[in-house]
């Protein structure tokens, strides 16, 4: 089932006051990212087209508190369907009204999205460091 525009659109709008968000089509649904941080999909997983926000271990308790759902997908491995989930829950139900409701889960997002991006070493650095590496290598054995 794949999610509509309009609603991916709307998310975008919803989840602005943290910064410009942007909507890309991925496995028939979209990713919603600031910065180029993945903060949102918009993603039906039998229920119509939902919003679903990035979560850590920091965020989720509070998700869970307001009656969100996890995102899970299922998957076929050697002909047996296992379920699987993300960091992302679904957004509550009254921040889906306004951007007012939503700001305090769209940082939540954000703060998940920018732990998961600060733990990981970017990776121009990684092949920047690799070839100096490299050379260093190669000067020492001369």
Known sequence: MSSSTDFANYCCELLSSV????????????????DSMNIGL??????GDQLWLK?????????????????VYSTVKDGVRSAKSLHYFSA?????????????????????????????KPQKLKKSLKSAD????????R
Do not use: Y
């Open 19 to 34: 910064g410009t968000c942007k909507s890309r089509k991925m496995f028939g649904g979209f990713g919603i990212s600031v």
């Open 42 to 47: 918009v993603a039906n997983t039998g229920n």
């Open 55 to 71: 979560t850590n271990a920091n965020s989720e308790h509070d998700f869970i508190k307001a009656g969100c759902q996890p995102f």
């Open 92 to 120: 509550p139900e009254a921040a889906m009204e306004s951007i007012d409701e939503m700001r305090d889960w769209a940082f939540k997002a954000l703060d998940a999205a920018l732990a998961f991006h600060a733990s990981k």
């Open 134 to 141: 490299l050379v260093k290598n190669t000067k020492a054995k």
